[in-house]
């Protein structure tokens, strides 16, 4: 059987860590060729290197910059044209969440996450456009379920979420029928963030497994346990693959459940 995504390339922005790294290796096991970025260029060469070592060199190029940067955007867009030739799938994961109520969340903390959460989108979207047009491509939006379920620890970085998600649903109808817009919320997936968050915890004696499980615990995910980020990567890829040719504007929850609305 051909892989899903023999022949095609693919750019999935935060692509040195947590579920950008899950799904960049997904989609070079499915036959990609992929380019990813992120600003920290150590880890980014170090990934790349071990992705060039297990898929080929010819088939990853990685580029560090911020997604917050326009013109950086653009030059990553002409190199994955120079190198690679096309670009049938932007995945836009680049990003973090802010633990804030809105009694501590200053007005230049509001600004710097509405500025992330949708120029994360803006930017690479504009630069990557006329070459997903060219190839009929998709754009898969990595959100959050904040969108829908706002948290009020998170309160500035659920009303971006909610945001972005407005801005699928818009492109979803601009960009069609030539390009295809969908997002996938997350729950809790155990990548980088939850990584950073552990090794902050009070207790050091708690194992990372115990305070894991306390975590799905106290949220009440359903499935009882945080995602994989490969199982995260697993519905970006299909979302942006051909097998969903006939869905856009939609959107996919992995959150073991946690999701309430209907
Ligand atoms: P990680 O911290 O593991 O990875 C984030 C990636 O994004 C890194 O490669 C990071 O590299 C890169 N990045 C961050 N900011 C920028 C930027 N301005 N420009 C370019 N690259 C950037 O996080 P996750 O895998 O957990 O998160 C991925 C996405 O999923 C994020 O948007 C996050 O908000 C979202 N999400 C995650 C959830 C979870 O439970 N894990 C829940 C809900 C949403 P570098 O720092 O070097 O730039």
Redesign the pocket.
Known sequence: MTPPYEGQVAVV?????????ATARLLLEQGARVAI????EG??MDVAAVLKRDFGADRVLAQA????EPAANQAFASAVEQSLGKCDLLVN?????RISTFADTTDEDWRAELD?KLF?QIHPIRAFLPLLTEASGAIVV?????AYQPEPHMVCTSSARAAVQSLVKSLSVELAPKVRVNAVL????G????TRRFAEREDKSVSREDWYADLARRKGIPLGRLGD?AEAAAAIAFLGSRAASYITGAQLDVSGGLARFM
């Not at 997350?186 to 997936?189: S, T």
């Not at 990548?191 to 939850?194: A, K, L, V």
């Open positions: 922005t935060g692509g040195s860590s947590g579920i950008g790294l970025c992120a600003r920290g880890r980014l910059f911020s997604v917050l994961n680049a990003g973090q969440g992330l994360s990595v959100n959050s379920l904040l997350m729950g809790l997936i990548s980088g963030q939850w980020p």
